[in-house]
């Protein structure tokens, strides 16, 4: 059983290559899971590491890896038989309301992974409508293309598929719209990818009044809220988020500004980057 | 419940255990304004150090094991830290460490010129096999690094101890002898180690980790008890710490502050407020005070 105790040593039971960037390996295991939160995934002798659930069913689950360093090419290496070890789930997860009517959700990058399963949970129950806006460098850098139909907007950096610019473009025009229609606005605007697109989310929802949800990263140690080593401002991101409110993000010292280091030095946010994608 | 200690005033008898989210200022902030008198930073160390691969921490369901590894920017590199404390309107107890005296000495004076209210000497950190423990398992050693550091300072000096040497008691004396202002016991216990029986592989990448939380409280409150019967100087006493009823346990073995860090992650960063109010809830029950039970273990029984 996945607790989050021990790590639970699981089987890889399937993999799903996405792109030679992206992998989604399944475990055909029950887990208690809210969307938004992550698991700690161990690979014995390698590292361990958090990875929100990106795909879910009531007796199996998948995580997106993006190969980029050693221990996530050495995680898209993996298949079926493989055993990783697991521990959790961590973290708040969204919080889904219960009266929306109708939401956004702007995905940037491999922002999509926890944001996918909270549009699957809208979709499941008697949800609000969905706008999902959804937005990566390039064509190959969309992840799961095919999985959602309906209100979906799509943009790339290079415009190598749909609009050429950015996620936060279509946000601003599409609330403009709402309003332009005497239409409500959205209830909520829940949104994962780079930190400076969430910082824009959330710039863009302060100044039309309307409540967000953003998905933060930082580097993790125990996952729990102990160590210390994911605190941003007076937030421990692993056990107070993931993901925060406006309200919290109105007041958190580092959002969009800087992150720790692993030696615990506070760096600005591009520095932090670079040294993750090592 | 106001407790002075050391001639500071702090607002709670609790301290924030080093190494326990207190990563940076706003983090030790929330701490305090949760309950804690004294929040304790991370173990700055005298050069830039990330410390272990994960897997380093743990939780066993009754405490934790980690090898976190004592990570530090350095001494030097934490400018943008001592700016913004120096603005605080709370108490901060600096934790450092060192692989030799000369490096303790050299952080310790530089840390105490950034004003801080204490500086706890980490000499019993097991996860790191050149710092840390080597000093605290030993008297001479203990000895040594304290009064080579007391020179250098004159903020407050705690030594913090590990229950791993064979005689705490002994290591306590040496360190108040050497003019150690109080004493902070103990470090995380053990080390000790999990097997995933599965991979076949120890589960902490560095193979050993420090044992805290409920499962320690034992040798936590022992460690204070002897402590208490050799020195004269006050002991912050910690290791599994969950509840009131638990500091007032490890207050008649002799602790005059109780500190707390495990337990965050079972009771929630406000365990401080939660912990405060248990105690004062449990001294009115009993119609006494902290004066009166610390130590009270000691006193002979009719
Ligand atoms: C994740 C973790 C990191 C720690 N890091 C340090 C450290 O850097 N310096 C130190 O003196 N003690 C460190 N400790 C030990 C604690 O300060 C404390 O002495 C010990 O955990 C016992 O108290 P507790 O049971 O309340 O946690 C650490 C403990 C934990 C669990
Ligand atoms: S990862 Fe340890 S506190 Fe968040």
Known sequence: MITQLMPAMVEV?????????FATLYVNQAIDFKPGQFVMVWIPGVDEKPYTISHHNPDRFG???????????????????????IRGPFGNGFNMGSDHKQVAVVAGGCGMAPLAPLVEAFQAGNGPDILLIQGARSKSFLLYPDRFTGNVEICTDDGSKGYKGFVTDILVKKIKALSAAGSPDFDMVYACGPEIMMAKVFDICEAHGIPCQVSLERYMRCGFGVCGACVCGHAVVCMDGPVFGSKALRTMADFNTRALLKTGKPVPLDEYASWRCQ | MQTTFLGKTLHTPLVLASGV?????????????NGCGLPTMKSIGPAPREGHKNPTVIDLGNGMINAVGLPSPGYLNMEDEWQELSGRAFPVNASIYGGSVDEFVRVAGFVAAQGPDFIELNISCPN???????????????????????????????????????????????CEDAGADAICAINTAGPGMIIDIESRCPVLAFKTGGLSGPMIKPIAVRCVYDIFRSVSIPIIGLGGISTGKDAIEIIMAGATLVGIGTAVRYRGINVFDKVNKEINDWLT????????????????VL
């Open chain 2, 21 to 33: 989210l207190g990563n940076n200022k706003a983090i030790l902030e929330r701490v305090w304004e």
């Open chain 2, 128 to 174: 790191s096999d050149k710092h840390g423990m080597l000093f605290g398992v030993n008297a001479q050693s203990s000895h040594d690094v304290v009064a080579a550091v007391k020179k250098v300072i004159d903020v407050p000096l705690i030594a913090k101890l590990t229950p791993a040497a064979p005689d705490i008691a002994g290591i306590a004396k040496a």
């Open chain 2, 285 to 300: 029950a009993h119609d006494t005070t902290m004066e009166e039970i610390r130590g009270a273990a000691h006193r002979e």
């Open chain 1, 63 to 85: 995580i997106t890896v993006e190969a980029k360093g050693v221990f996530s090419k050495k995680a898209v290496s993996l298949g079926p038989g493989d055993k990783i070890g």
């Open chain 1, 13 to 21: 039971a399937d993999k799903e290559v996405h792109s030679p960037e």
